[in-house]
């Protein structure tokens, strides 16, 4: 059985550091991209960061520069290495995996597993 287990987190101050991690458990035949949403109450969660398997890298305006995204793809896990932290950071980080399916390289048939969540705090 094939899980996203994901680990760090927690409560920082502002201008903290914090690193997250995503991590695919299981047997797989590979992983396409990989990515970080976020989620706060009241508002839509949000695209924070992606990384292709050719480690291409995506970020949403707001944490440009403050944030880094990347991957250990024999160890099939992603991190997420954010700086420089707001209060409007504060959210549950989800992350999750296109998970390829089957061994042929023809078939690019995958399927998005999600990790568990975790939360982000920051306080003043």
């Known amino acids: 059985q094939v899980q996203v287990v994901q680990s760090g987190g927690g409560e920082v101050h502002i201008g903290g550091s914090l690193r997250l991690s995503c991590a695919v458990h299981?047997?797989?035949?590979?992983?396409?991209?990989m990515g970080w949403y976020r989620q706060s109450p009241g508002k839509q969660r949000e695209l924070v960061a992606s990384i292709t398997s050719d480690n291409e890298e995506w970020y949403r305006d707001s944490v440009k520069g403050r944030f880094t995204v990347s991957r250990d793809n024999p160890k099939n896990t992603m991190y997420l290495h954010m700086h420089s932290l707001r209060p409007t950071d504060t959210a549950v980080y989800l992350c999750y995996a296109e998970i390829k399916l089957v061994a042929s390289d023809s078939d690019k048939t995958f399927k998005t597993t999600w990790g568990q969540g975790t939360q982000v705090t920051v306080s003043s």
């Open positions: 299981g047997s797989i035949f590979g992983i396409y991209s």
